[in-house]
Structures are given as C-alpha cells and as structure tokens.
C-alpha cells in the first residue's frame, strides 16, 4: 500500500467549505485504486487562528508540516479579520520559501461542458510556470515620513538562480508538450529586472534549439490570454505576472473557482504544496455554491505528482463528465452546490 502523508490546512473562507469534498474526492479514488491511502493531519491555521494567537502559523509550524509528503492548501485571506499582507506572508508565502517551493505550475484548459470567456473551436490548453521565491513578491524596501513628504520603496528582487531555473524548467516541460515557450517581460517599462529577465530567456533557451522562442509584453500578453488563448503552450512568467497571468487563464476557463495550482519542490528537500488558484472568496461564503473543482483538481496535480498520471487522467475525466452532464455550481452557468458536484464525482468514481 503507498501511503500519501497529507499536511491539510483549509485555511479561510472557501478553502474551509471545499477542503472537506475535496479530500473526500482523494480519499475515494484512492479507496478505488486499492493500493493508494492518504493519510491527513489537520491544521487550523488561518486569520481567526491569528485572532486568537497573534500569528498565522505556530513557530514550529513548518517542522510540523515537513513531517508530511504534500501539504494541501485551500484559500488565505479574511481582509475583515487580518490585513491581506500580514495572512498571506504569515502562512501561503511563509510555506513557499521555508519548502523552497521555488515554482508554481498552474494549467488552464477548456473544460467539456464549461463555457469559457471566449469561444474557442479546438479549445485551448496551457501551462504557466511562476517563479514562486522572489521577483515583485520581496520584503526589500520601506516607508519613510508621512503626510505628504511619504516615501515608500518597494524592490524586487531578480536572481540568475532563480529566474534560469523557472526558464529550464518551462523549456523542459515545453519538449514534452507542443514546443513553444512565451516569455512575459516588460523590459520596455522596467530597465534593469525585465531586461535581465530577457536575457536569461535568450541565454536558455540556446539549449533548447527545437524549442520555438516567444516573447511578449505583460499588457499584450494578458489581452491575448483572454482573445487567443490556443496560441499559448507554456508561459514563464515572474512571481508576479504569472500570478496575474494565471487568475486571468482561469477565468478564460470560465471561473476562477476552477484552476489548479502546485507550489513545487524541485529538488524534494522539503514537501511541495497543492492550492488552487483561487482565494477565500468572502463573497459567497456560507451559500455553499463555491466551486470545488479548483480544489480537486488540484488534488489531480498532486496525484500526477507522485506518479499516479492513470489515476489523475481518470479523475479530471470524470470532473469533466460531470461538467458535462450540466452538474455545475452557479459560478460556471449551473444550479447545483458544492455538496452536489462533489457527491457527483464521488458515485461516479465508484461506478
Ligand atoms: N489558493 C490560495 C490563496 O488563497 N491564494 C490567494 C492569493 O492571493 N494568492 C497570492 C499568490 O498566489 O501569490
């Protein structure tokens, strides 16, 4: 039996609703399997846990989650409960640096049965890679005096690490796809990261001769996404550009209650981490029609992970047959809940 030791933190708003189908979902399909179990520790961490202990995670938090084989992530942020800055570098961001989960790799696709933003005859399918470790996402800067003499500086941070090794990676990944590499840059606004970041690509990508080379700025290439997105494969992108590359790729897929995400590990030091592209969504809490399918599908990314592709492939199927058959939460056209959807997959991965 290969056992699966889950590090399962629901976090806030919708993270806590879905989490629960979402294991569920994982636990089932292992069960079918027969030879596969996930074992999951539960951990409260999330703003009330801030509320009642000053701090998002306990000091200890990343040796209690490196005791796991994955860690599971639902959504961080309650703005009415904690500053959005304090939650998310308290706990999403504190886990990405302290694993060394340098890349994050979030697909988009169209869906059987879910209308995408613009229609697209043979559909589309792409992966962007985020450096996920530095970038825009930097504590480098500060605040000096008030009123109207305030000065705040924000750098970010490019290192030659960091950017060649989330170019190689979207290279490598692009031989096994369709062979095509876009670059985001903006290196004709921002003079000394984008022209760098340029020049990484460029340098690169001379390995990789068979892999065709594109480049687009970030305004462009975010319009395109929406209007064109079949003429993209992989896109690498920084922290911050993928991040908003990849809110916008969901919703080209129809909502983005429905992209995956995996916060990697490359080198297997430490644990990587599976969250979907989502946030907490404060706006339709407590309705229960948040969409569960970014959380299990996410769950998919973390099967292929550890080498069960069959099982993954077998579980995206059977979300999309159930797409299909009309079982959909109100964010993607439908009438149905999140206990509906997820029962739905769950009697259809037993049958
Ligand atoms: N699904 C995790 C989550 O809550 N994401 C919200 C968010 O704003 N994330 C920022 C980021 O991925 O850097």
């Known amino acids: 039996m290969k056992k699966i030791k889950l ?137 000096i005096h008030s009123g109207e003499d305030e000065v705040v500086v924000q750098n970010a941070v490019f290192t030659r690490k960091a950017t060649e090794r989330a170019m190689r990676y979207a290279f490598e990944l692009a031989k096994t796809r369709k062979g095509h590499v876009t670059s985001a840059t903006k290196s004709n606004g921002i003079v000394f990261s984008m022209p760098f970041w340029d020049e990484v690509f460029d340098q690169v990508g001379k390995d990789y001769p068979d892999v065709e080379k594109r480049s687009a700025h970030i305004d462009a290439l975010a319009a395109f996404l929406v209007s064109k997105p079949s003429e993209f494969d992989i896109i690498v992108a920084s922290n911050l550009f993928g991040d908003i590359l990849t809110d916008i790729s969901a919703a080209v897929m129809g909502s983005i209650g429905i992209g995956p995400a995996a916060n990697l590990n490359v080198d297997g030091s430490y644990p990587s981490m599976f969250e979907p592209v989502h946030g907490s969504a404060p706006d339709i809490v407590g309705k229960g029609i948040a969409n569960p399918i970014g959380q299990i599908w996410t769950g998919k990314m973390m099967l292929d992970h550890f080498g069960e592709t069959e099982l993954a492939t077998q579980l995206l199927n059977i979300v999309e047959d159930v797409t299909e058959a009309g079982i959909k939460t109100p964010d993607v056209g439908g009438k149905a809940t999140t206990s509906e959807v997820t029962d739905e997959i769950v009697s259809r991965i037993k049958q």
């Open 7 to 143: 590090g399962v933190i629901p976090g806030d708003g919708v993270g806590v609703e879905i989490m629960p189908y979402a294991t569920q979902v994982l636990d089932v399909i292992a069960q079918v399997h027969g030879g596969l179990k996930f074992e999951h520790s539960w951990y409260p961490w999330s703003c009330e846990y801030y509320l009642e202990h000053g701090e998002m995670m306990p000091k200890d938090g990343l040796d209690q989650l490196s005791q796991h084989d994955a860690i599971f992530l639902g959504a961080v942020g309650n703005p009415n409960l904690v500053a959005d800055h304090t939650s998310l570098w308290g706990l999403l961001i504190n886990i990405r640096r302290g694993f060394k989960q340098t890349l994050n790799i979030r697909h988009a696709k169209q869906l059987r049965g879910i209308t995408p933003m613009v229609i697209n005859p043979n559909g589309f399918d792409l992966i962007v890679v985020r450096e996920n470790s530095e970038g825009e996402y930097s504590e480098v800067g500060g605040r």
